[in-house]
């Protein structure tokens, strides 16, 4: 698979340091940003698993093709994707759903190889937009929390796939997204030298968000 072009604006993380919340939470197109813990709104009714993309404006991110692969996060098949400098969406029993369906739609990708799309995805706050196009249809969902994924941990990870993001078991209402990516630098800043057997450390950071608008 060739991948598709995509964008990242390296000097966007560091520039955000310095810019106001009311930048940081500007949206293309007049979106405003709706504020963490209002309900979801309702989702599209999505039936088919489909390529998409992944666009982060406040990391710079632009347009970077997301494959979906039967599976859980970052198991085998998703590491080989998220190396050829995409993102990753697992699907299935050990996975999430689709774009803009109701429950867990999971987004994996690299931080610090493959290009490292998710380099800045660490410094996402909530009330940011993450958009996700698909089959013509743009879905625009809202940052609302920020949770750590264990991989040593089998009831962590467990959370991190769960229909409702961090509670397994519950029942999902809305549409809800799960981007993620390693929290490598940290874990060897803290001497956490473990991988597993895609070479992925113990850690990853989750953005987690609501679906707030469906549009064209």
Sequence with gaps: MSPRPFHVSRGVPSALAGVSLAVLLAVPGGLAARPSGVDAAPSAAVTD?????????????????????????DD?????????????????????????????YIVTGHRSVAGGPLGALPSLSEGDSVFVTAGGVRYRYVITTTRTTSFRS???????????????????????????????PEDDAAGNHWRDAQNNPEHRVDKIGVLAETGS
């Design 154 to 184: 089998p009831s962590s990870m467990e959370e991190q796939r769960a229909a409702v993001p961090g509670s397994s078991g519950t029942s999902p209402s809305g549409a809800m997204i799960t981007v993620s990516t390693c929290l490598t």
């Design 49 to 73: 698993i489909r390529e998409a993309t992944l666009s982060i404006p406040a990391i710079g991110l632009s347009g970077l093709p997301v494959v979906p692969y039967q599976g859980s996060p």
């Design 76 to 104: 085998a098949s998703g590491t080989r994707i998220q190396d050829q400098g995409v993102a990753a969406s697992p699907y299935g029993p050990g996975g999430g759903v689709g774009p803009g369906d109701v429950g867990n």
